[in-house]
Structures are given as structure tokens and as C-alpha cells.
């Protein structure tokens, strides 16, 4: 399988460097339990760096090669220790019973690509919690939802001093089907090489978008029962103006 992530690994930490409102919530789940923490789609490694830091015993696997390199990299440099795995959760043999947290950040459940591939993920992570732990799943929420109103417009969504000093912008484009629930995403990364030759490279993403109601029926035939909705990550009420939903659940044998 192609890496999804071969192109943007070099630009992801620059672009979402101001990303961290979210870790304080992650550090405080994983503070409820003495057992090992799993980031699922941990990406350059951001969350599972700070988990390790404050003293947890942290699993972080993704499907990218080209984004475990670099979250490997500044794991080094930071002091950190990380079990970084490649692969995805139905991929990986985990030893069952092993973890008493389990994250699934910012729209990484979005790359499950149907029903059959959401409930086989959930089913593999309930095999490696412990019976007592709680799951997260980070979605977009009512605000972030799928807009065809958009459809085709090029956004500017980050411009400044790329990686090697050079100006670069980020520029994202979007295709979503609202029958279907997805979202087809090119990111294009535009910087400005020797001469002022301009360079682009590109990505392509496809997400699945889910519901409320549709995320707890997948919980409950996944063996997983929920146990807190939220829309922030103050973990206030979800409400028609949340940006995130946050889906709290336990095991159901638990």
C-alpha cells in the first residue's frame, strides 16, 4: 500500500505546529489508569511524545513510514519513549488485555473507509484494552461537517517559511459527498525553489465522515458501550456549534 503520508511528513509538524489545545484532555484520560496508552494514527508522534513525557508507557502505531520516521526523530531529540509500530490497528497483533487508554485523535477514524473497516478497527482496539479502560475517538463535529456548498474551492491554509527557510503555502481543495459521508482532500504544498521556480507537491486523502447516532450504534456492535459526548475539549455539551465531537467508551464486558 502507497504511504498516505509520504508527501505531507515533511511539512506537518511546520503546518500544525500551533495544534495542541487537545493534549491537556489526553493527559488527563491517560492519568485515570497504571496501564500502557495506545495512540492510534499517531501521526509525527505529537500526543505520544507528551503522554511519554508525563510518565506513561506509550504504544503509538500509524500507516505512514514517512511520519513514524519523523515522530521517531523528535522522540529522540526530546527524550521520549515511544513504542512506535507501523501499521494499522487491524494489522497489529496486540497482546489482548494490554491498555488502559486508547486514543484515536483528530479525524484519524475518518480513514476507515466504510462500516466493515470501522467495526473491524473498534473490535481489534477492544481486544487490546483492558477491561476497566476507556477509548476516545476525536471526530469533527456539527460544525466541521461535510460541505458540498464548497465544493472545488481552493483554500489557502497555511503560508510562511517552509522547512528549508523558503516561502511555502499550503493550498487544500475538497470533494464531499454528502450521500456517501465522505471527503476527497488534496493538499498541495506550492514553495518557491532556486531562481524563483515555483515547486508543488500533492496529496490525496479520503475520509468517511460519521454521525452521533451512527458513532454509538458502531460502538455498541463493536463491543464498546458510551460513556460521554462532548464538544470540546473542555469536554463541554455538543451542540450544533461544536467544532469537535468527542466520543468516550468502555468496554461492554468491561
Not at 11 to 32: K, N
Not at 61 to 73: C, G, K, N, R
Not at 75 to 89: K, N, S
Not at 179 to 201: F, H, K, N
Amino acid at each position: 500500500m502507497d504511504d498516505p503520508y509520504a508527501v505531507d511528513a515533511e511539512f506537518y509538524d511546520l503546518v500544525h505546529e500551533h495544534h495542541r489545545e487537545d493534549v491537556g484532555l489526553w493527559l488527563s484520560f491517560a492519568g485515570r489508569t497504571d496501564h500502557p496508552v495506545l495512540e492510534v494514527g499517531t501521526g509525527t508522534g505529537r500526543i505520544a511524545r507528551a503522554l511519554s513525557l508525563a510518565g506513561h508507557t506509550v504504544t503509538a502505531i500509524d500507516p505512514s513510514a514517512a511520519m513514524l520516521a519523523v515522530a521517531e526523530q523528535r522522540a529522540l531529540e526530546e527524550g521520549a519513549d515511544v513504542t512506535f509500530l507501523l501499521g494499522t490497528a487491524t494489522e497489529i497483533g496486540f497482546e489482548p488485555g494490554q491498555f488502559g487508554f486508547v486514543l484515536v485523535p483528530a479525524d484519524v477514524f475518518l480513514y476507515c473507509q466504510d462500516g466493515e473497516e470501522q467495526v473491524a478497527t473498534l473490535a481489534a482496539l477492544v481486544e487490546a484494552m483492558h477491561f476497566n479502560a476507556t477509548l476516545v475517538l476525536d471526530l469533527p463535529g456539527p460544525a466541521m461537517a461535510l460541505d458540498p456548498a464548497t465544493n472545488g474551492q481552493l483554500l489557502l491554509t497555511w503560508s510562511g517559511d517552509g522547512p528549508d527557510g523558503a516561502p511555502l503555502d499550503v493550498w487544500q481543495v475538497h470533494e464531499d459527498d454528502l450521500a456517501e459521508q465522505t471527503r476527497w482532500l488534496r493538499v498541495t504544498y506550492e514553495r518557491t525553489g532556486p531562481g524563483g521556480a515555483v515547486l508543488r507537491s500533492c496529496s490525496e486523502h479520503r475520509l468517511r465522515y460519521l454521525y452521533r447516532f451512527e458513532t454509538e450504534y458502531l460502538l455498541q456492535i463493536s463491543g464498546l458501550v458510551p460513556a460521554g459526548l462532548y464538544g470540546d475539549y473542555d469536554l463541554g455539551p455538543l451542540t450544533g456549534d461544536s467544532a469537535r465531537m468527542i466520543v468516550v467508551a468502555r468496554r461492554a464486558n468491561g
